[in-house]
């Protein structure tokens, strides 16, 4: 009797020993699934720039409206993308992954307003000849 007493317990002690490394096992699989934060292909320095540069097409067209004001603005959206060489796809998910840090967006808006007032300062128009 004291022997099949023995097989129970040493059989619950295998039957628990299985149970928890099946556990830690998925633990361990699960939390390697854990992926890092993804972080935009850009710098934040030439995001804020193309920022800057989409407020300057913004500021081209102010004064049109309708399909002209519409037109010129792809074609010059065309153009800020081409002289950075990126894609509005690129842009776009860059934009997408630093909506879900607010702080380093606002730090990046500063950046292209402080990008265009410093433009702004430096130029008192054209030289008087």
């Not at 039957?15 to 699934?33: D, E, N």
């Not at 380093?104 to 950046?111: E, H, L």
């Amino acid at each position: 009797m004291e022997d099949s007493r023995r097989w129970v317990l040493n059989a619950s002690y295998w039957k628990s020993a299985i149970l928890f490394a099946f556990f830690a096992a998925f633990i361990t699989i699960v939390s390697c699934q854990f992926k890092p934060p993804v972080q935009p292909s850009l710098s934040d320095e030439k995001i804020a720039r193309i920022m800057s540069d989409f407020s300057i097409a913004e500021a081209a067209t102010n004064g049109l409206a309708g399909y002209t004001k519409d037109s010129l603005m792809q074609v010059y959206y065309k153009q800020v993308f081409e002289m950075h060489g990126i894609t509005l796809e690129a842009y776009e998910q860059d934009l997408r992954i630093l909506a879900q840090d607010l702080p380093r967006m606002d730090a990046i808006v500063k950046m292209a307003d402080e990008l265009l007032t410093e433009g702004s300062k430096g130029k008192a128009g054209p030289p008087n000849n």
